[in-house]
């Protein structure tokens, strides 16, 4: 099965921008992958943030959006707040299975 | 509002078996199907299986093939993941979440918007000997 891959951790100061991307063993990802990204912080269940490539949740911050750059999906957080501060995944369908991304502890420092 | 509440788990010793059940409320259950993912301490999701909503196409990751199957009974609104044959790299919560595509009676399609953004609050497998 497809291995999905992100960047294990990165590190953004507030107010700068950053970008986290979601790469697949088997190519490309595509819009056909719908990418989705999910934020989870110490002790609770994920929570989705972003949807079929780009779209967003009514509860996802502005600041947070979604595209495909470079052959990969990408998560981009224009003007970071602490409460930023999470591990965020991403997840890729392939025909009836999903994978998720290792994840990305994202730091605000 | 939609709930999904996980329960069953517990300590097992490897080797054992448990059931998970997952109880879905405030949706149309037997329209949607339903993932299980879970998360090992300290590390990230895994995506282990799916149910579509009549119970006639599932799909499991290749580390759960052949130990863990899933069913579900849409008269009581639960999907269930009986696990066999557990090790220790089986320790881990254990979460449901709801799918996006719908079927009625008469049509499906897809509510990418409602893919996974409901989950349970998990429940916690221990393999411990």
């Known amino acids: 099965q497809a291995v999905v891959t992100q960047e294990p951790s990165l590190t953004v100061s507030p107010g700068e921008t950053v970008t986290l991307t979601c790469g697949s063993s088997t190519g490309a990802v595509t819009s056909g992958h719908y990418p989705y990204w999910f934020q989870q912080k110490p002790g609770q269940a994920p929570r989705a943030f972003i949807y079929d490539t780009s779209n967003k949740h009514s509860w996802t911050p502005a600041r947070f959006s979604g595209s495909l750059l470079g052959g990969k999906a990408a998560l981009t957080l224009s003007g970071a707040q602490p409460e930023d501060e999470a591990e965020y995944y991403c997840l890729v369908s392939y025909s009836g299975a999903w994978v998720f991304g290792g994840g990305t502890k994202l730091t605000v420092l | 509002q939609v709930q999904l509440v996980e329960s069953g788990g517990g300590v097992v010793q490897p080797g054992g078996s448990l059931r998970l059940s997952c109880a879905a409320s405030g949706f149309s259950f037997s329209s949607y199907g339903i993932h299980w993912v879970r998360q090992a301490p300290g590390k990230g999701l895994e995506w282990l299986t799916f149910i579509q909503y009549d119970g006639s196409n599932k799909y499991f990751v290749d580390s759960v093939k052949g130990r863990f199957t899933i069913s579900r009974d849409n008269s009581k609104n639960t999907v269930y993941l009986q696990m066999n044959s557990l090790r220790t790299d089986d320790t881990a919560i254990y979460y449901c979440?709801?799918?996006?595509?719908?079927?009625?009676?008469?049509?499906?399609?897809?509510?990418?918007?409602?893919?996974?953004?409901?989950w349970g609050q998990g429940t916690l497998v221990t393999v411990s000997s």
């Open positions: 979440a709801k799918d996006g595509w719908y079927c009625s009676t008469t049509t499906c399609y897809t509510r990418s918007a409602e893919y996974f953004q409901h």
